[in-house]
């Protein structure tokens, strides 16, 4: 099952209200889901990720549009359980996933 969070702008007043917590997030270019992506703990925290996407880490992303997220007990587990249904679902990974892979 996707990420069955409401999308918000990804933008760094809407970033700064997503959780200081472990999860799973996804990014999206308008409607296309181009990203999955996960915040181990330790500091890694959903709202850490998301800013080291928005400040261009990761180039691919940098074409965000929106975000969501979801937070979960073992992200390294949810987000590749999303990138199966996903592969599945599509024939291939998000496109920012399949060049980091």
């Known amino acids: 099952m996707p990420i069955a969070s409401p999308r918000y702008a990804f933008n760094a007043v809407m970033v ?3 959780p200081p917590d472990p999860g799973v997030f996804a990014l999206w270019m308008h409607d296309e ?3 999955y992506g996960r915040a181990l703990g330790d500091g890694a925290t959903i709202q850490s990720r998301l800013q080291e996407h928005l400040a261009g880490a990761h180039p691919c992303t940098a074409r965000a ?3 969501g997220w979801e937070i979960t007990s073992n992200p390294r587990a949810r987000e590749a359980e999303l990138l199966r249904e996903y592969e599945r679902a599509h024939a291939r990974l998000p496109c920012c996933n399949a060049r980091a892979a």
């Open 65 to 67: 549009t929106h975000y």
């Open 16 to 18: 700064s209200g997503a």
């Open 33 to 35: 889901l181009i990203y």
